[in-house]
């Protein structure tokens, strides 16, 4: 406890210093105001300065993204240590921010996270379908946006933002292999001509059984068929109005589904697949005090389970379809944001129940207004989302609630250096067609009968904290204390069936930290830039309302650090150190009944080298060499109790820039 108090405190005081940097390692001036002028999209629903921001935004960058040897969203994630992982063998992550988690099945309206695609719901939870090979950037809020985003945007939200083509026409091919008989093969383009714009990546990977940190073969790991494809391409036919198209997908031919190392199953696997279309039109009047913005968007969920030797198998499809229109003003110093969200999910399953339907209309206003030379920013916002499920085939019924969400917050610049915030944000998570509306069977007799009077789960967040930019000294420190209310769980009913009800609720609070530092250097013939990084989160409360015990899957600390660095001939790494802490699990490894046991902690480290040569300056054409090591002090180590991660990996690979 003194030394997690202890990181807190040193935190604090490194805020209170500073490091100069003006200049950037190519020589370019840096602006030495806050935050660089770093523009966010996210907590808004808009672009503004994320200085103006009054809750705690995280920015992972196109930089750090490329140092990271991380192969899609999750990986990224459990790397940065941004929250809880649950991440298991083929291809299935999630991510828990302030004790809230997404969900990995079904459709994104069941979790407590909320993950989203350049700012709509990307329709599944699981960070392990989200490539990262095309994303610029990707905008983390931690604690409740549900007056932005709605359902499920309880703990957080992570916005994944797609690369915009610009500058010259360019191609890259890059080819990597690796340790478990891994090898990915990736192809891309981006640029603008006239005033068409595109950035694009296509990969395929395979990947053989990988063997833990114990040194034990664990058979039925490996996947094949992955592929991921992402396009972003665009049309400016008048200045600041732009029509364009955002293709997505995610495809898995086979992974396999190897249950605990203990119970290794050799032959079950799944089967997925993600796949979106976004068509949408951005526009703004001359004077840039209107701006608006209109998207359709489909696609789907698909996910299959197979298992030969048990002669069992299942399905589910997810059909999501949705539309977003929004419109903001701006004048002097005040700002207003109204819009309207649709949103349409049909489930197709053979599992109970077998179809259902979830349809989700949102109405939102946000508006911000500054202060005292704009030094000071108020915000708030209100949001009201209606909610119709509906389940066929005699297993269930049609039911209908709504919702309203409400915000307001406060940052105060003081200086171009420092600013302190201050934010309210509900969220919640809307009860599910099944617990709404359902009367289905289930395994050993007796149904699921919906209820009817359900309410939402709910969470009420308060936050303050400090964040200091000043060259390339850059911190934050924030504390935040969160009311978990009307938890929706099941109960047995004196038939014998089971329903649901809104029982019992949580406390969670603690603190959220990040820093780092860049120094730059001039040697001889060439520029350094080494940047030494931190960030963690401690929990001070994490307990259940009614038994005073603490919450499951949800560890006390997390931390991640380590060093990034670069010079202007093309030489750059990072070294990354990422822990997680103790946290109370159901072990069903040992115990059908699924006994509450403490999970221990871990440490997993990961290296990155490159070096960039390049045969033609004026156009970019260059070929780069890459090393990777994924767990390199070859830990035996697990984010789910029975499913050990690989150990020691060793990646190579040669891309070509032309």
């Known amino acids: 406890m003194k030394n997690k108090r202890f990181l807190v405190f040193l935190a604090a005081g490194l805020l209170a210093s500073g490091v100069a940097g003006p200049e950037d390692v190519s020589g370019t001036p840096r602006v030495a105001t806050y935050t660089g002028k770093e523009i966010v999209v996210t907590a808004g629903r808009v672009e503004e300065s994320k200085k103006d921001v009054t809750s705690n935004i995280t920015v992972i960058g196109r930089e750090e993204i490329e140092a990271s040897p991380s192969h899609d969203l999750g990986d990224l994630l459990a ?44 329709g599944t939870g699981n960070l392990a379908k989200i490539s990262t090979a095309n994303v610029e950037r990707i905008e983390i809020i931690r604690g409740p946006a549900a007056v932005q985003y709605g359902s499920a945007a309880m703990g957080g939200v992570v916005n994944v933002i797609t690369r915009k083509g610009s500058g010259t026409p360019s191609m890259f091919v890059w080819h990597e292999e690796g340790s478990f008989d891994y090898h990915e093969t990736t192809a891309g383009a981006f640029g603008a001509l006239g005033g068409f ?24 790991t490996g996947y094949d068929g992955r592929v991921k494809a992402s396009l972003n391409a665009g049309y400016t036919f008048a200045e600041g109005h732009r029509l364009g198209i955002i293709v ?12 605990y190392l203990v119970a290794n199953d050799r032959t079950s696997y799944t089967e997925q697949e993600n ?48 539309a977003q229109a929004q419109v903001s003003w701006s004048k002097d110093s005040f700002g207003l944001t109204a819009g309207f969200d649709w949103l349409d999910y049909d489930v197709e399953s053979t599992m109970s129940p077998m179809k259902s339907r979830y349809e989700n209309p949102a109405a939102f206003l946000i508006v911000k207004t500054g202060l005292l030379d704009d030094a000071l920013i108020l915000s708030g916002g209100l949001r009201y989302d209606s909610y119709d499920v509906s389940i066929e085939n005699d297993e269930g019924s049609d039911e209908s609630t709504d919702n309203l969400t409400g915000s307001a917050g406060i940052a105060w610049n003081l200086g171009e250096n420092v600013k302190l915030r201050f934010n309210y944000a509900d969220g919640f998570r809307m009860p599910s067609a099944g617990e709404l509306a359902g009367y289905y069977p289930y395994f050993g007799g007796g149904f699921y009968e919906g209820n009817p009077e359900l309410k939402p789960e709910k969470s009420s967040t308060v936050e303050g904290g400090v964040d200091i930019v000043s060259g390339g000294f850059v911190s934050s420190l924030t504390y935040f204390h969160s009311d978990f209310s009307d938890k929706i769980q099941e109960k047995a009913l004196p038939s ?9 609720g949580a406390t969670i609070a603690g603190f959220e930290g990040e820093l780092s530092i860049e120094n730059r250097f001039s040697l001889a013939r060439t520029e350094l830039s080494v940047t030494p990084f931190f960030s963690f989160t401690w929990l001070t409360d994490y307990n259940d309302d009614e038994t005073g015990d603490h919450l499951l899957y949800t560890p006390e600390w997390n931390t991640s650090g380590g060093i990034r660095f670069h010079e202007t001939h093309g030489f750059k790494g990072a070294f990354t150190v990422s822990s997680f802490g103790k946290n109370h699990i159901q072990d069903y490894v040992t115990s059908w009944a699924g006994d509450v046991v403490a999970k221990g902690g871990f440490t997993v480290a990961s290296l990155t080298l490159a070096k960039t040569f390049t045969f033609d300056e004026q156009f970019g054409r260059s070929f780069t060499v890459r090393g990777e090591v994924e767990n390199l002090f070859d830990r035996e180590y697990q984010y789910v109790n029975g499913y050990p991660m690989p150990g020691r990996s060793f990646n190579l690979g040669l891309r070509v820039d032309i």
């Open 79 to 122: 790397e940065k240590s941004i929250g809880h992982i649950q991440k298991y063998p083929g291809s299935n992550t999630t991510v828990g921010i302030r004790g809230f988690r997404s969900d990995a099945h079904g459709n994104d309206l069941k979790g407590k996270i909320l993950l989203l695609l350049n700012g709509r719901r990307a």
């Open 275 to 322: 796949r979106s279309v976004d068509i949408g039109y951005t526009g703004r009047t001359g004077d840039g005090s209107f701006n608006w913005m209109l998207r359709y968007f489909f696609g789907q969920d698909d996910y299959g389970y197979r298992s030969p030797s048990w002669g069992f198998a299942s399905d589910r499809n997810v059909d999501q379809k949705g």
């Open 496 to 504: 014998g069936n089971i329903t649901w009800e809104n029982i019992g």
């Open 248 to 259: 997505n997908h995610f495809g898995l031919d086979r992974a396999g589904s190897p249950s």
């Open 197 to 220: 714009d595109y950035s694009g990546s296509y990969s395929f990977s395979d990947m053989g059984d990988y063997e833990t940190g114990a040194g034990e073969r664990y058979y039925n």
